[in-house]
Nanobody
């Protein structure tokens, strides 16, 4: 069973770059056709998909965060990393990594987040 674990600083100063790593065990991040995603939840708000890196290394970003977000991977360490630049207090949230599946079933496109990390709290404050 695949397991995901987020790691990174819990406190980031405004205007700095937030960097989080998700380490995956029990499965390879290069396995077809999985996508490896970052999702966040600000206090009192819903989940927000930030972006993903696919099994083949291609990346996808939320349009609203694309200018500040970068997702990369290290296949030798079986982990992927989120970088969010120019953070503000509005970026304070619980950050999760997750394994994402996309495809078609009976003609219907689906996206499924089947495995999640436990999440890590990031606070943006001086």
């Amino acid at each position: 069973q695949v397991q995901l674990q987020e790691s990174g600083p819990g406190l980031v100063e405004p205007s700095q770059t937030l960097s989080l790593t998700c380490t995956v065990s029990g499965g390879s991040i290069t396995t077809s056709y999985y996508y490896w995603s970052w999702i966040r939840q600000p206090p009192g708000k819903g989940l927000e998909w930030m972006g993903a890196i696919a099994y083949d290394g291609s990346t996808y970003y939320s349009p609203s965060l694309k200018s500040r977000t970068s997702i990369s991977r290290d296949t030798s360490k079986n982990h992927f990393t989120l970088q969010l630049s120019s953070v503000t207090p509005e970026d304070t949230a619980m950050y999760y990594c997750a394994r994402e599946e996309r495809g078609y079933y009976s003609g219907t496109y689906f996206v499924l987040f089947g495995s999640w990390g436990q999440g890590t709290q990031v606070t943006v404050s001086s």
